[in-house]
């Protein structure tokens, strides 16, 4: 039962977006200052986001060596070098917006921990330097003359350093973003469950946190920026869920050897420290099929795999007490670009970040923003 002022003020609006992250808030934020007097509302089932923008490891990157090497197995060079291109544009682009200070943003650098068996790679390192150097104006990638001094576990033979990365805190780049789209004036609605969109109509279907209240909201324009739960309101979208496991120790009793951001294992596994904790995460490449999944659960053979990491490479011979563990739930496809498209008559998408949120968000935000304003 609404009264009439609920009626009249809190269900119609110019744009509702559906998905409080990086992108919904972004789109939003790009929406209203180039079109100020519009009525803007964003939808968020969760307290927080739901999916991985506040539950991110906080790594401002774009992909390492081998990760790179890997998508040429899939990827033309072209597509690859503009995929990489978005990705640090971006990285730029938040940092212009908000400033470094309010991201926590430290460029302490990335680096690749190799093995023998990777040999190969530092091979094809000039030719990826080369292929880059359009975007860089210099070499990206580099090896660590040292590796032994950063303390990791003898077969670790190779590091290789990326100097163009760093690292950032999602929980300050999430704040960021409310309290733009607090001064712009967008009004944010947590708690609420869109389970239908009506895509030519205009209709948002919802209801509270509880399953107890039906809303029905209507806009002229409707925004989809719920990546990998998009599948329940599209369908047909070519997006599979990735969960993402992180670790996260109690504050260590020796002193951390390096800094920076850390990969490993084609950039499937990344760890940093943070706090004096080492923060710990990814591997689901030990199970693809069991991480398609957007439940919130803890996977116990990746787990027991980052465990074993900690112990046996990034801290040998040193004593890990762990003290929090979380997932989040990231959106993959065919292929690593982000879908950004109109989807009905008055709805548009802009989903699959491809576990690169922290990058292209904004950006990927301000190319829907303006999908929006040509409908």
């Known amino acids: 039962m609404f009264s009439y002022w609920e009626k009249k003020h809190f269900l119609k609006y110019d744009l509702i977006v559906v998905g409080s992250g990086f992108v919904g808030l972004s789109t939003a934020i790009h929406y209203k200052v180039n079109h100020p007097k519009s009525n803007i509302l964003v939808l968020e089932r969760g307290v927080f986001p739901t999916g991985a923008s506040t539950k991110n490891a906080g790594f401002a990157c774009f992909g390492s060596l081998t990760e790179i090497l890997d998508d040429f197995w899939n990827m033309p060079q072209d597509e690859i070098l503009a995929l990489v291109e978005r990705r640090y544009r971006g990285l730029k682009a938040i940092g212009k917006q908000f400033g470094e200070k309010n991201l926590g943003y430290v460029h302490s650098n990335g680096y690749e921990l190799l093995d023998e068996t990777q040999r190969e790679a530092l091979d094809q390192m000039g030719s990826v330097n080369k292929i880059l150097k359009p975007v860089f104006k210099e070499d990206v990638f580099s090896l660590v003359k040292n590796p032994g001094k950063m303390g990791f576990a003898d077969q670790i033979n190779f590091i290789v350093k ?19 789209a607090q001064e712009v004036g967008i009004r944010i609605l947590t708690g609420v469950s869109v389970y239908e969109i009506q895509k030519d109509d205009g209709i948002v279907l919802a209801e509270d946190g509880a399953g107890e209240i039906n809303l029905e909201f209507k806009a002229n324009k409707i925004a989809i920026c719920t990546n990998a739960f998009t599948k329940k309101l599209l369908p047909d979208s070519d997006i599979q ?23 490993m294992d084609k950039g499937y596994v990344y760890f940093r420290q943070i706090d004096g904790r080492l923060l710990l ?19 116990p053979k990746i787990k027991s795999h980052l465990e074993k990491l900690a112990k046996e490479v990034i801290f040998p011979s040193k004593r890990i007490a762990w003290d929090m ?51």
Not at 252 to 260: N, R, V
Not at 348 to 355: K, S, T, W
């Open 325 to 375: 563990e979380w997932t989040g739930i990231m959106a993959f496809g065919k292929i690593k670009s982000p879908i950004i498209q109109q989807v009905g008559t008055n709805t548009v998408a802009a989903v699959r970040l491809g576990g690169m949120g922290v990058a292209i968000g904004w950006q990927v935000g301000k190319e829907l923003s303006v999908l929006l304003s040509k409908m």
């Open 281 to 299: 995460g990814g591997a689901r490449n030990k199970d693809f099929e069991g991480e398609k999944s957007t439940d919130f659960e803890v996977n």
């Open 241 to 263: 869920p990735g969960r993402g496991l992180i670790l996260l120790s109690k504050p260590l009793d020796f002193k951390i050897p390096w800094k920076g951001t850390f990969h």
């Open 162 to 180: 990326n100097k163009f990365e760093g690292e950032l805190d999602p929980g300050m780049y999430m704040t960021s973003l409310w309290k733009l």
